[in-house]
């Protein structure tokens, strides 16, 4: 069990490209061979899923492509009778106005030693600090990405680790995705030195505080109870 909240690791991949890795990797122990993708939008995970060997079934809130069911997670799975050995979900916990409820589902459709990968933005993301500090307002849970998003629920690490705690998960591997900030390449804008000095800024705050270091960060966990 990871014992502290920061995030081990730090990598530049994205959501996606991170849960084709580990997809890679479980397909040897996973003992079902079936991947819901939960909140599969577009369904860019299908691909991914399919090349590494698994069925993969699709859930949406409001499908948008074929071969993708509907799926309130406010509510039961409607494939109550199918088990998966891996469940996805990406970026869908922070659209949750009963995240609790929608993880208790989750662990209802995984298969005994199942395994859950998910992704969310980071709430502790030094851009997200900036934001708080200027306008009151984490990064990705303004106004406008209530409107825009439905993001309802930042996804503090301590408090996930609780929530998954209490439905019997252990964690595995936390990840912080898209990696640390850049310094913005000379440009010649008048803003720019406002660009840079952002940057730096958040450079400072990333270096003192690791977990800081990613616009999202991801998570490993396995079913154990």
């Known amino acids: 069990m990871c014992k502290a909240v920061i995030p081990r690791l730090i990598s530049k991949q994205t959501r996606y490209s991170w849960a084709e890795t580990k997809l890679r990797e479980l397909e040897p122990i996973a003992r079902s061979r079936v991947v819901f993708d939960v909140g599969a939008g577009m369904a860019p995970m299908r691909g991914a899923s399919e090349k590494a060997g698994f069925v993969w079934l699709g859930f949406d809130l409001e499908p948008k492509v074929r071969g993708v069911s509907k799926w309130d997670l406010s509510g ?7 088990k998966a050995g891996i469940v996805l ?3 869908v916990l922070e659209h949750l106005e009963n995240p609790g409820i929608g993880l ?3 662990a209802d459709v995984l298969d005994e030693e199942g395994y859950l990968l998910l992704s969310t933005p980071n709430p502790r993301w030094s851009h997200s600090r900036l934001n708080v500090l200027f306008t009151g307002f984490l990064a990705c849970f303004t ?4 409107a825009a ?7 503090w690490p301590h408090i996930l680790e609780h929530m998954l705690k209490r439905r019997f998960f252990e964690i595995l591997e936390w990840c ?3 990696g640390r900030t850049d310094v913005p390449k000379p440009v ?5 030195p406002l660009r840079v000095v952002k940057a730096l800024l958040c450079r400072l705050i990333e270096t003192v505080d690791p977990s800081a270091s990613s616009m999202d960060y991801a998570v ?4 154990v109870g």
């Open 76 to 82: 039961c799975c409607p494939k109550r009778d199918e």
């Open 89 to 91: 979900l990406m970026d």
């Open 104 to 106: 208790d589902h989750v």
């Open 143 to 146: 106004r406008q990405d209530l």
């Open 149 to 155: 998003n439905h993001h309802v629920f930042p996804v």
């Open 176 to 178: 912080q995705l898209r």
């Open 188 to 192: 010649l804008q008048a803003h720019y």
């Open 220 to 223: 490993l966990a396995k079913k």
